[in-house]
Protein backbone atom coordinates (compact mmCIF):
# COMPACT_ATOMS: atom_id res chain seq x y z
CA UNK A 1 0.00 0.00 0.00
CA UNK A 2 1.63 3.26 -1.15
CA UNK A 3 2.00 6.31 1.48
CA UNK A 4 0.27 9.04 0.75
CA UNK A 5 0.58 13.14 1.94
CA UNK A 6 -1.67 12.31 4.77
CA UNK A 7 0.30 9.48 5.98
CA UNK A 8 3.10 11.48 6.65
CA UNK A 9 1.58 14.39 7.92
CA UNK A 10 2.10 13.65 11.90
CA UNK A 11 6.08 12.81 11.20
CA UNK A 12 6.04 16.44 8.51
CA UNK A 13 4.82 18.13 11.34
CA UNK A 14 7.47 16.85 14.38
CA UNK A 15 10.23 17.00 12.12
CA UNK A 16 9.47 20.93 11.90
CA UNK A 17 8.54 21.11 15.32
CA UNK A 18 12.13 20.00 16.17
CA UNK A 19 13.59 22.28 13.87
CA UNK A 20 11.45 25.50 15.10
CA UNK A 21 12.20 24.55 18.62
CA UNK A 22 15.95 25.18 18.31
CA UNK A 23 14.90 28.86 18.32
CA UNK A 24 18.51 29.73 18.44
CA UNK A 25 19.20 27.73 15.30
CA UNK A 26 15.80 29.37 13.81
CA UNK A 27 17.24 32.90 14.47
CA UNK A 28 20.37 32.96 13.62
CA UNK A 29 19.95 30.86 10.43
CA UNK A 30 16.73 33.02 9.47
CA UNK A 31 16.15 33.16 5.46
CA UNK A 32 20.08 32.50 5.21
CA UNK A 33 19.16 30.15 2.12
CA UNK A 34 17.80 33.78 0.39
CA UNK A 35 20.18 35.87 1.84
CA UNK A 36 23.03 34.12 0.56
CA UNK A 37 21.68 33.90 -2.82
CA UNK A 38 19.66 36.57 -3.67
CA UNK A 39 21.82 39.34 -5.60
CA UNK A 40 21.36 42.87 -4.48
CA UNK A 41 17.73 43.61 -4.01
CA UNK A 42 14.91 45.05 -1.87
CA UNK A 43 13.28 41.32 -0.49
CA UNK A 44 17.57 40.95 0.47
CA UNK A 45 17.83 44.50 2.49
CA UNK A 46 14.38 43.69 3.98
CA UNK A 47 15.28 39.86 5.09
CA UNK A 48 18.56 41.61 6.25
CA UNK A 49 17.04 44.14 8.60
CA UNK A 50 14.21 41.22 9.59
CA UNK A 51 17.20 38.84 10.58
CA UNK A 52 18.62 41.60 12.65
CA UNK A 53 15.61 42.48 14.36
CA UNK A 54 15.20 39.08 15.16
CA UNK A 55 18.74 38.88 17.00
CA UNK A 56 18.18 41.96 18.42
CA UNK A 57 17.72 41.74 22.15
CA UNK A 58 15.76 44.60 22.08
CA UNK A 59 13.78 43.46 19.31
CA UNK A 60 13.32 39.87 19.58
CA UNK A 61 10.63 39.76 22.08
CA UNK A 62 8.27 41.58 19.31
CA UNK A 63 8.39 38.37 17.40
CA UNK A 64 7.59 35.89 20.54
CA UNK A 65 3.87 35.74 19.87
CA UNK A 66 4.04 35.34 16.33
CA UNK A 67 6.64 32.25 17.14
CA UNK A 68 4.67 31.26 20.09
CA UNK A 69 1.27 30.88 17.72
CA UNK A 70 3.04 28.89 14.80
CA UNK A 71 4.79 26.14 17.73
CA UNK A 72 1.25 25.66 19.29
CA UNK A 73 -0.68 25.35 15.91
CA UNK A 74 1.93 22.71 14.91
CA UNK A 75 1.32 21.05 18.59
CA UNK A 76 -2.75 20.91 18.45
CA UNK A 77 -1.93 19.67 14.94
CA UNK A 78 0.13 16.92 15.56
CA UNK A 79 -1.69 16.08 19.37
CA UNK A 80 -4.51 16.00 16.67
CA UNK A 81 -3.23 13.67 14.05
CA UNK A 82 -1.65 11.07 16.71
CA UNK A 83 -4.89 9.71 17.69
CA UNK A 84 -4.97 7.92 14.10
CA UNK A 85 -2.59 5.37 15.39
CA UNK A 86 -4.75 4.52 18.59
CA UNK A 87 -4.68 1.21 16.91
CA UNK A 88 -1.66 0.73 16.91
CA UNK A 89 -0.82 1.23 20.76
CA UNK A 90 -3.68 2.92 22.71
CA UNK A 91 -0.98 3.73 25.26
CA UNK A 92 1.64 5.17 23.89
CA UNK A 93 -0.77 7.59 21.86
CA UNK A 94 -2.52 8.56 24.99
CA UNK A 95 0.85 8.63 26.56
CA UNK A 96 2.21 11.49 23.33
CA UNK A 97 -1.39 13.34 23.65
CA UNK A 98 -0.96 14.33 27.37
CA UNK A 99 3.09 15.12 26.83
CA UNK A 100 1.41 17.01 23.70
CA UNK A 101 -0.90 18.74 26.19
CA UNK A 102 2.11 19.57 28.63
CA UNK A 103 4.22 21.31 26.40
CA UNK A 104 1.65 23.32 24.51
CA UNK A 105 0.77 24.45 28.45
CA UNK A 106 4.82 25.14 28.41
CA UNK A 107 4.66 27.00 24.94
CA UNK A 108 2.22 29.22 26.55
CA UNK A 109 4.11 30.01 29.57
CA UNK A 110 7.44 30.81 28.02
CA UNK A 111 8.56 34.30 28.26
CA UNK A 112 11.56 33.97 25.82
CA UNK A 113 12.93 32.17 22.87
CA UNK A 114 15.57 30.54 25.11
CA UNK A 115 12.44 29.13 27.04
CA UNK A 116 11.48 27.63 24.24
CA UNK A 117 14.50 26.37 22.93
CA UNK A 118 14.84 24.09 26.37
CA UNK A 119 11.60 22.57 25.43
CA UNK A 120 13.30 20.95 22.58
CA UNK A 121 14.66 17.65 24.10
CA UNK A 122 11.55 17.05 25.94
CA UNK A 123 9.39 17.55 22.79
CA UNK A 124 11.91 14.79 20.92
CA UNK A 125 11.65 12.51 23.54
CA UNK A 126 7.99 12.03 24.48
CA UNK A 127 6.58 13.44 21.09
CA UNK A 128 8.60 13.07 17.86
CA UNK A 129 10.50 9.79 18.70
CA UNK A 130 7.07 7.72 19.71
CA UNK A 131 4.94 9.15 16.87
CA UNK A 132 8.23 7.93 14.54
CA UNK A 133 7.54 4.74 16.59
CA UNK A 134 4.03 4.68 15.73
CA UNK A 135 4.37 5.69 12.61
CA UNK A 136 6.49 2.82 11.48
CA UNK A 137 4.56 -0.05 13.00
CA UNK A 138 1.31 1.53 11.09
CA UNK A 139 3.15 1.17 7.77
CA UNK A 140 5.53 -1.64 8.54
CA UNK A 141 8.10 0.73 7.90
CA UNK A 142 11.43 -0.30 9.69
CA UNK A 143 12.73 2.99 11.35
CA UNK A 144 16.34 3.13 11.85
Known amino acids: ???TLR???PVGLC???EELLDAKRFREGFCDYSLFRIPHSETRSALTALKQELNS???QRKFLPGYKAVLLTNLDRIVSETTRFVRVDPTLVEEVVMSGRDLIRRVLEADSFEEIAKLGPDFKKKIAL???KLFASSTQVQVI
Do not use: A, C
Request: glycine share 0%; charged share 5%; proline share 13%.
Open 15 to 17: VVM
Open 130 to 132: PIY
Open 1 to 3: MPL
Open 7 to 9: DLT
Open 57 to 59: FTT
